[in-house]
């Protein structure tokens, strides 16, 4: 279960994240579309606590993404648009890694 309360994001100025709330319930899948610069990747790096939040608050099965962080990411699979890979590995060399 994802809980996201309150999620606020600012770059400088600029309101990426306006105080979004929504729970995604276990076995449930869920679809999260929005225009060009809604603030959907901003909204998943922070779910995934690779970019800290302006304010609200997020929980990955009860654990608190930015107060318990190792433990939230236990249970969180994300692959982001541009995957952080190094190219020259192999699959089961990045696996070991
Ligand atoms: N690193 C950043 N620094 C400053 N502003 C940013 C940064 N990343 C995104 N923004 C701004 O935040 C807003 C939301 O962008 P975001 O990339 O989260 O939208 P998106 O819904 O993922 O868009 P797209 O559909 O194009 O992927 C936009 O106004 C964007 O210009
Ligand atoms: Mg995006």
Redesign the pocket.
Known sequence: MITIENLT?F??N?R??NDISFTINDNEILGFL????????????MIAGY?PMSGGKVTICGDDITENPVKAKRNIGYLP?IPPVYPDMKVREYLDF
Do not use: D, I, W
């Not at 929005?34 to 790096?45: E, Q």
């Open positions: 994001k770059y400088g600029n990426a994240v929005g225009p060009n610069g809604a603030g959907k990747s901003t909204t998943m790096n970019l648009e």
